[in-house]
């Protein structure tokens, strides 16, 4: 029971009671430890960016139960999700959803603005964190204008500007080189080594064999394999 | 308090770059928004004005005034008369009035040329209303050249330029010395245009009114009660106000319509989407949202109110006189004095931006308690 974050039973149906329903999770038990480094693994489709969002808060299940430190988290309304999720999570999407018409500065700062810190104070960790992803240059491009390489690091820098307790990442090397790559699994290191817990998904055996990582969970349509 | 100010000035940083980056919708409804606060205010400043000119001209009358008529024309009084007039019990005090009209070809404007009967200006200096010295470009110490109907030229050196409360009380009144008024008329001495009366006891002024008709017969008798009543029933504020309200009650209800049909963009739904996705909780999108209604709303009262304060003091209010006709009997020259009713601007403020900033956060409350997965994939 000392799992940071606990699914039990979980499932998930788009489109339910639909003739297009869809089971993306089916019956999904995993308990993961704080102060870990865990990789989903598993053929696009099988359910990966699903199931990070429904631990990340970002998605309720159809049915089962979802328990972040001990909480359970999967019955709550949106408006209380919205809270646990600031104070535990930092993401890193697919699809790097970053602001269109922003700075990558601005972009990186945005999960900061309604702490109570100030401009100043983010923009000092945005610039530090950037300059560590190698885009100290283009901090004031916009980030439409970035290479998707580029657009991800930034998507980095913007999931560990509030400092989260969780990091979850969603395929975060897949535009990145070898040694950028290699750069990016050190950053993990050094977060889980500060006692910070990170979840993410690859496709990349790099990833998943990497030393650094220290569980490997794989999915397949929608189950957990043992 | 300093984390709140933090969090409110990155709300408004972020609101403002994500109103300029969703441009063009924003920007017409602005434009609309400003087009009906311009409307109503101008109506609302213009009336107002007029009902306080009113007030003051009122303020300034006094309370019996009476033209002596000879086979129904205008005429002269005469010292007699007003001697004869200030016996008739309950007048306290008669005051004979001089003034004329005087057209002035180089203005093309009208003046009212008085010789006050206490403290008149020294020979060959006269006193000027702001609207006198505005349309002949006069200051201190400039001389206003006027020729007569007789045909004299009379040059006189401006001692002061008093800018009245009202311009209908004072703008086009020059005061000179009484015998330069008479040689400017070629009037005698000794004769009035109008008497002013002051009554003791406020009760009696239609019994006094009444005596003082009697006393002469071909006369008219007019009492500022009977000018309060005409100028209230052209004005009736009432009325007004429940004019100016159902009109931005009409216009709030049409923005509302208009802002919920249309609701958020797929644009603006996944923007919210991303934002709570990275740890911005519902009370900041919502704050968010309500500055951008706030200051898209309060904007656009701003630029509204704004345009309506030029167009009816700096422009005479050219666009809405033809369709408020009625007034323009009354005062012919549209140079209001610029003044606001604290009660008025604070009545249409609340009512054109409170509405809108509460109805932008229905839509956005909405978004905000979605799944922020659903909203980014827009499969909400
Ligand atoms: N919002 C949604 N509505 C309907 N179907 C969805 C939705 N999100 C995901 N799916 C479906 O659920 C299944 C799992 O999707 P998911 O994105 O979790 O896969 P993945 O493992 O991340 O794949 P990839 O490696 O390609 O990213 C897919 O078949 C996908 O089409
Ligand atoms: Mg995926």
């Known amino acids: 029971m000392s799992a940071l974050i606990e699914l039990a039973g979980v499932t998930k149906v788009f489109h339910e009671g639909q003739h297009n329903a869809l089971v993306a999770l089916c019956d999904v038990d995993l308990a993961l430890e704080a102060g870990r480094i865990t990789v989903l693994q598993g053929p696009s489709g099988s359910g990966k960016s699903t199931l990070l969002s429904v631990l990340g808060c970002l998605a309720r299940p159809t049915s089962g139960r979802v328990r972040v430190a001990g909480e359970v988290v999967s019955n709550l309304p949106e408006a209380f999700l919205a809270d646990v999720r600031r104070r535990t999570f930092g993401f890193v999407f697919q699809q790097f959803h970053l602001i269109g018409g922003l700075s990558a500065r601005t972009n990186v700062m945005l999960p900061a603005y309604p702490t109570g810190r100030t401009h100043s104070e983010i923009a000092r960790r945005a610039a530090e964190l950037l300059g560590q992803l190698g885009l100290e240059k283009l901090t004031d491009a916009r980030v439409e204008w ?17 400092d989260p307790r969780v990091v979850i990442a969603d395929e975060p090397t897949a535009n ?28 990349d055996p790099r990833v998943c064999e990497a030393a650094v990582v220290d569980r490997v969970v794989r999915l397949l349509d929608g189950k957990v394999e043992a | 308090m300093r984390a709140w100010i933090n969090r409110q000035s990155l709300l408004v940083d972020y609101t403002l770059s994500a109103l300029a980056r ?19 205010a101008s109506t609302m400043l213009f009336t107002d004005a007029l009902r306080r000119e009113a007030r003051l001209l009122l303020a300034h009358s006094p309370e019996v005034l009476l033209q002596k008529l000879k086979a129904g024309r205008h005429a002269y009084l005469t010292r007699e008369d007003l001697e004869s007039l200030g016996q008739v019990r309950g007048v306290s005090r008669v005051e004979g009035r001089r003034w004329g009209y005087f057209y002035d070809p180089v203005a093309g404007a009208n003046y009212t040329l008085m010789a006050p009967g206490v403290d008149p200006p020294d020979r060959g200096r006269i006193d000027v209303g702001d609207g006198v010295a505005r349309a002949r470009g ?30 209908l009380v004072a703008a086009d009144l020059v005061l000179m010395h009484p015998t330069d008024w008479e040689a400017f008329f070629q009037l005698p001495g000794d004769v009035f245009t109008d008497a002013a009366f002051t009554v003791d006891n406020p009760q009696e002024v239609r019994n006094v009114a009444r005596k003082i008709g009697e006393r002469l017969p ?32 009409a216009a709030a209800f049409a923005i509302l319509a208009w802002n919920k049909a249309s609701g958020l963009s797929a644009d603006e739904r996944r923007e919210i989407g991303i934002l709570k996705a990275i740890g911005w909780d519902t009370r900041a999108v919502l704050t968010m949202k309500m500055w951008e209604g706030a200051l898209i709303s309060g904007g656009a009262f701003a630029v509204g109110f704004l ?22 009997v009354l005062y012919p020259r549209f140079v209001l004095t610029p003044a606001v009713d604290a009660v008025s601007l604070l009545t249409l403020g609340l009512l054109t931006v409170l509405p809108y900033t509460l109805a932008t956060l229905v839509p956005a409350w909405r978004a905000a308690v979605t799944d922020p997965d659903q909203m980014m994939r827009g499969t909400e």
Not at chain 2, 138 to 167: H, I, K
């Open chain 1, 146 to 162: 970035l290479s998707g390489g580029e657009q991800q690091r930034v998507a980095i820098a913007r999931a560990l500007i509030n």
């Open chain 1, 176 to 203: 990145l080189d070898s040694a950028l790559s290699a750069e990016f699994l050190g950053i993990l290191a050094g977060l889980r080594d500060e006692g910070r817990t990170v979840i993410m998904s690859s496709h």
């Open chain 2, 22 to 40: 969703h441009g063009g919708r924003n920007l017409g409804l602005f434009v609309v928004y400003s087009g009906i606060v311009f409307v109503l």
């Open chain 2, 138 to 167: 006069l200051a201190v110490g400039d001389t206003l050249s006027l020729r007569s109907a007789a045909g004299g030229l009379f040059v006189l050196v401006v001692g002061r330029v008093f800018s009245a409360e009202s311009s």
């Open chain 2, 218 to 249: 071909e006369a008219r008798v007019i009492l500022r009660e009977e000018l309060l009543r005409t100028y209230a029933s052209l004005f009736d504020w009432r009325e007004g106000i429940l004019l100016a309200l159902a009109g931005i009650a």
């Open chain 2, 307 to 328: 345009a309506a304060w030029v167009h009816v003091f700096h422009l005479e209010a050219a666009l809405i006189v033809p369709v408020l006709e009625g007034w323009s």
